[in-house]
């Protein structure tokens, strides 16, 4: 169930049965031609709202749109969040949901930056250092990947083919017409001032392949793999 949904009174009814908290981390961030802002939004938010379908005892806490972003900082529709706003807005919610009881959680971030991800891996160690909680965290874009049908995916990564696939998979109707084929340009270690240049089409892949039915699958692997998770570690 979704935490947003609930009332008080129902907040108080099952906070006291330790639920485990999915809390989707999302993004607003240039997709491309034919991806919406939200694609790293929609799915953590899909992945934890299937999760809450078939496990007891786990609820879904309100989307986080924002994150961190670095090489489609620049594009047209990218709202990045500081590295510190983005850890501390994660220590302050999660703590927020531990002062109102809850302890177990898992922090699913969509979108896979390296500052991101290392941002909010930071926040959970504080968390965890300074209360009584358990935290995984990780990106689903990591899980994904792992699926034997991207063994093939050379070169493909933000809004390429796996990502289009899951998009579709989830919100057809945010899918535009184009299929953008595009690389990452490396610059090796040279620090740029604008680092869209490492994205010349706005991302990397070959979105040609993409397909609701190769989304689904994925998000379906995914959604198993991380009740395993939670079933073995939290
Ligand atoms: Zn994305």
Redesign the pocket.
């Known amino acids: 169930m979704r935490i947003e949904e609930m009332t008080a009174e129902d907040w108080k009814d099952v906070v006291g049965n330790d639920p485990v908290i999915i809390l989707p981390w999302g993004a607003t961030?240039a997709?491309a031609s034919h991806l919406p802002l939200s694609?790293?939004t929609l799915q953590p938010q899909y992945i934890a709202d299937r999760i809450a379908e078939s496990l007891d005892n786990v609820l879904v806490a309100p989307a986080v749109p924002y994150g961190n972003h670095s090489s489609t900082k620049n594009m047209p529709g990218t709202i990045s969040l500081t590295f510190d706003n983005l850890r501390a807005l994660a220590v302050n919610i999660l703590e927020e949901f531990i002062r109102q009881g809850a302890k177990r959680f898992v922090v699913i971030s969509?979108?896979a930056g390296s500052a991101h991800l290392t941002a909010l891996s930071e926040a959970c160690k504080t968390v965890v250092q300074r209360n009584d909680a358990k935290i995984m965290f990780f990106t689903d874009y990591d899980i994904a990947e792992r699926h034997p049908g991207c063994a093939d995916l050379e070169g493909d990564g933000?809004?390429g083919m796996l990502?289009t696939s899951r998009v579709m998979a989830i919100r057809p109707d945010l899918v535009r017409e184009d299929r953008p084929v595009g690389r990452y340009v490396s610059q090796g270690y040279m620090i740029v001032r604008d680092a869209s240049i490492c994205f010349p089409v706005g991302m990397a892949g070959d979105t040609a392949r993409a397909s609701a039915e190769f989304g689904q699958e994925v998000n379906g692997y995914i959604v198993d793999a991380v009740i395993e998770m939670i079933e073995n570690d939290l």
């Open positions: 961030e997709h694609s790293d969509g979108h933000h809004a990502e």
